[in-house]
């Protein structure tokens, strides 16, 4: 198992921008597919982005492709996500997320339901 600890969010203006971090424990990071999942009030959790094992492959929900990027470095056990104008409708909880299945070094999930294990989110808020 992974335990997923993230840290950056605050509070930031429209057009504004943050950066994500998400620092995972174990020598087996690189096994893991990595993603972003985010929680507005009173909504479901939205998959936000994804990265493959090596890094090499990503994939973006419509409403952050463009503004934002995923990211990660295997040597630290860390995950990114850099987040360029930002909107007040990004304003939710940001969770960081690990795959565990056994997958190609290229694969990439693109749903919410492929993460097996979370984090314990990283409030992010943009104001109008």
């Known amino acids: 198992q992974v335990q997923l600890v993230e840290s950056g969010g605050g509070l930031v203006q429209a057009g504004g921008s943050l950066r994500l971090s998400c620092a995972a424990s174990?020598?087996?990071?690189?096994?893991?597919?990595m993603g972003w999942i985010r929680q507005a009030p009173g909504k479901e959790r939205e998959f936000v982005a994804a990265v493959s094992r090596s890094g090499g492959n990503t994939v973006y929900a419509d409403s952050v492709k463009g503004r934002y990027t995923i990211s990660r470095d295997n040597a630290k056990n860390t995950v990114y996500l850099q987040m360029n104008s930002l909107k007040p409708e990004d304003t939710a909880v940001y969770f960081c997320a690990a795959d565990r299945n056994i997958r190609t070094s290229n694969y990439v999930p693109a749903y919410k339901s492929a993460f097996d294990y979370w984090g314990q989110g990283t409030q992010v808020t943009v104001s109008s």
């Open positions: 174990g020598r087996t990071f690189s096994s893991y597919p």
